[in-house]
């Protein structure tokens, strides 16, 4: 069935994305291809997806529009398969056969358009003794062996929140799978199913590492390596105010620069010289707590030491770096990251705010050609959420 595209803004204006509405990786997913230009529908269910930022804050739904359909009901995956035979991509995040059982699975679906991209977003994957286990990030990273990575011998490993998993193995994963199939399906024709699990990716992260372990290069244990915190010129040194430098001064020519700055170049041993990197450690722990943060920071300022202050979630948005380039922006009220990456000719930014549920079924139901849209909202659906200025500041949290 051919249907106008919706127009668009950004290097993926013309596709059509459909959300089944989640938590986690799936909507970072679906608001990373939103930023991109693509028009995301986020299929939302009656009552809400459960674990969930409230909707007016949930930045993971911006450049999105939504709208509610209980699967559950008699008509409810008859619009979804409506919304799937307009799509260029659906994205779901059901344990492996749910979406079966709800009648909206890939077979269902490619009946319906043989073109569409069918992303699954998963924790362990369709197969294997563990997919059909609950989980979260923490535990997906952990059997990876990425989560072991992280943190102090003497301290047990460090949630690195939920980035490493749910976003970096997960979210850019399906991303890249995604898309990879959907530039196949428009060269052949032929849409297929896009198995993205987050144990898969996350362990596809360190595929370097894996490397240098079989190199004899890494040791398979924490803060002992060159990059895990074992080397004294890579890591983080607590300063006079209690605040962080962070140091990677890897390279020779930056070592010598981070030495001679920080004002131990007659006491700096051989950067190779593993068996001082003890002693190295302690001079450097030393030093930076004769200063203030912000006094390191003027320090190292324009120097190639690779020396930078360890700035908060709130601070981030105001250093003139991130300032100048607009890494961050703000839009409805809420400082938020910009999208990424930037584009000469596609030009992306963020569009519209976080799409608060069933809020948009009048305009997909007429941008994409299905009326009975709007006969699928559930009577349970109804959603009363108060203006953003009427939530008090920091309740906005899970």
Known sequence: MAVAKTPGHGPLAGVRVVELAGIGPGPFAAMLLGDLGADVVRVDRPG??????????????????????????????????????????????????????????????????????????????????????????????????????????????????????????????????????????????AGQVVDAAIVDGTAHLSAMIHGMLAAGGWQDRRAANLLDGGCPFYGTYETADGRYMAVGALEQQFYEEFVDLLGIKDRAPARKDVAAWGALRETVEARFKTRTRDEWTAVFEGSDACVAPVLSLREAPDHPHLAARGTFTDFGGITQPAPAPRFSATHTSVRGGPAQPGADATDVARDWGIPGLLDARSPAAATDVPPREAVPTGEAGV
């Open 48 to 189: 809400g997806a459960g674990l969930a930022v409230n909707p007016l804050y949930d930045i993971t739904n911006r450049n999105k529009r939504s709208v509610i359909v209980d699967l559950k009901s008699d008509g409810g995956p008859d619009t979804v398969l409506a919304l799937a035979e307009r799509a260029d991509v659906l994205i779901e995040g059901y344990r492996p056969g749910v979406a079966e059982r709800l009648g909206v699975g890939p077979e269902t679906c490619h009946a319906r358009n043989p073109a569409l991209v069918y992303g699954r977003m998963t924790g362990w994957g369709q197969q294997g003794p563990l997919a059909q286990r609950a989980g979260h990030d923490i535990a997906y990273i952990a059997l990876t062996g990425t989560l072991g990575m992280i943190g102090t011998p003497d301290t047990p490993p460090v949630a690195p929140a939920n980035l490493l998993g749910d976003y970096a193995g997960g979210s850019l994963y399906l991303v890249v799978g995604v898309l990879a199939a959907l530039h196949h399906a428009r060269a052949t024709g």
